[in-house]
């Protein structure tokens, strides 16, 4: 079946590091990949996506680059903040089906210490 | 806020009452989505509709649970003879094809004692 496994947390970082949350996944089909984060108290928001090989998403300045010779879909950011602190979660849907149903990794908690 | 909202976001109770979710989506989608979030776990999906039809249900979802959309506009989850282990988040999510993002609500927390 579809999985996605995440690198395990908690991920501590001080204000401006580099940042990397590894991702890799399994898919039965030709999945498009997405990162949802979780801010403390609030609901999960997408943060970026790709859909298909070689797509780079981005937003807020996070990256992730959707690798499929790799099976991967790693989170960047060149230089973090305190307010990036939160779960982050990998996710994957698999094309060709129409249920846009999504297979969540576990997640990694992010803390930016200032 | 025209996000989708859950209701109630807190809900303790004890083994073997029932108890029930609410998720109002965002008005225009038609898909609607439950998944449940237990402690250090990812989203796992539970169901989901489209409109008032139930398309899809996980093998997590026991008989003893049962989600109704009846007008194709909220939805409610219904938990029978609650159990310890049906301790989680309850997490709603909807979504207008094809856009493919789905818009989690805050979730509602069970607790049974």
């Known amino acids: 079946g579809d999985s996605v496994t995440q690198m395990e947390g908690p991920v501590t970082l001080s204000e401006e590091a580099f940042l990397t949350i590894n991702c890799t996944y399994t898919?039965?089909?030709?999945?498009?990949l997405f990162w949802y984060v979780q801010y403390p108290g609030e609901g999960l928001q997408l943060l970026l996506k790709a859909t298909k090989a070689d797509d780079k998403g981005s937003n807020k300045g996070f990256e992730a680059t959707y690798r499929k010779e790799t099976t991967s879909f790693h989170l960047e950011k060149g230089s973090v903040q305190v307010s990036d602190s939160a779960v982050y979660f990998c996710a994957l849907s698999v094309s060709g089906g129409s249920n846009y149903k999504l297979t969540f990794g576990k997640g990694t908690l992010l803390t930016v210490n200032p | 806020d025209t996000g989708v909202s859950q209701d109630p976001r807190h809900k303790i109770t004890k083994r073997g009452q029932n108890v029930t979710f609410r998720c109002d989506p965002i008005?225009?989608?038609?898909?609607l989505y439950w998944y449940r979030q237990t402690l250090g776990q990812g989203p796992e999906f539970l169901t989901y509709?489209?409109?008032?039809?139930?398309?899809?249900k996980s093998r997590l979802l026991s008989d003893r649970f049962s989600a109704e959309r009846p007008k194709g506009s909220f939805s409610t989850l219904e938990i029978q003879r609650t159990e310890q282990g049906d301790s989680a988040m309850y997490l709603c999510?909807?979504?207008?094809?094809?856009?493919?993002?789905?818009?989690f609500g805050e979730g509602s927390r069970l607790t049974v004692l």
């Open positions: 509709f489209q409109n008032e039809a139930q398309l899809e």
């Open positions: 898919a039965t089909g030709y999945p498009s």
């Open positions: 008005s225009e989608h038609n898909r």
């Open positions: 999510a909807s979504t207008l094809p094809p856009a493919g993002e789905l818009f």
